[in-house]
């Protein structure tokens, strides 16, 4: 895991999404195509935000969405598919882009859907973040790190329900759904590499128990040390408790 800490949340992202656009073009020069994994949240407004101004060959690249809500519209403020058509899918043209349809009512087979496409689909990035609980896309501890199913029904714990409400997307925490749709902890590892983009103090605890932890289901992200491929980028405020730092 390469840990790279900048002065601000603007310079974290334009850092991140340098190295994942970076990425994406050797996938482009190697084979042609390239797939990647991208994920939501106030963690990656400032990455996004520069990765749709790099100079990328968009109409060759397909798209997956992290996680989503279940039973939440795509017209809700705080929808994920809104976020991500507003701030990445409508910005950029690419190839294809799969979301997550959390309300389609019957969830268990939307993760059957998605599993059959991304089990034939080497990923090349992932770019995702870390919750203040720990979490890697929305599987809260204790994390299933066995299954191999790609995408799953996963349940909300109330830390991971009270950092969405934190970050404003609700107004109470019982507006907060208490379900999602999530790709799995083992799918996110199979991607090639992995950009992992951690800004705020609030997520200072859940940055160190990733990095210096051993790898444990009660903190989801310690999986990342077993990945070859892994920056991690932090601000300074994020990277606060880390021993050295």
């Known amino acids: 895991m390469e840990i790279i800490i900048s002065d601000t949340k603007e310079e974290l992202g334009r850092k991140a999404a340098a190295r994942g656009a970076d990425l994406i073009r050797q996938a482009l020069k190697g084979k042609g195509e390239a797939h990647i994994i991208v994920a939501t949240g106030a963690s990656q407004f400032e990455m996004l935000e520069a990765l749709v101004k790099e100079e990328v060959d968009w109409s060759k690249v397909t798209g997956f969405h992290l996680d989503e809500y279940i039973d939440l519209p795509a017209t809700h403020p705080a929808s994920f598919r809104k976020y991500l058509k507003e701030r990445f899918v409508d910005k950029v043209p690419l190839k294809q882009f799969y979301y997550v349809n959390g309300d389609t009512g019957d969830p268990e087979a939307e993760c059957r859907r998605l599993g059959e496409i991304i089990r034939k689909t080497p990923i090349d990035v992932a ?119």
């Not at 907060?176 to 705020?200: E, N, Y």
């Not at 070859?228 to 994020?238: G, R």
């Open 127 to 245: 770019f995702i973040g870390i919750g203040e609980n720990g979490h890697l896309a929305f599987n809260d501890p204790p994390a299933d790190f066995e299954t191999d199913e790609p995408y799953l029904v996963v349940e909300l714990d109330e830390a991971c329900r009270r950092q969405q409400m934190g970050e404003g997307w609700f107004s109470s925490l019982e507006d907060v759904p208490r379900r999602a749709i999530s790709l799995s902890i083992r799918q996110i590892l199979k991607s090639k590499a992995i950009i992992c983009s951690v800004p705020d103090e609030r997520k200072a605890k859940a940055v160190q128990g990733a990095v210096e932890s051993e790898v444990t289901p009660m903190i989801p992200a310690t999986a990342l040390q077993e990945h070859p491929a892994v920056w991690l980028f932090l601000d300074k405020a994020s990277a606060s408790l880390l021993s050295g730092h």
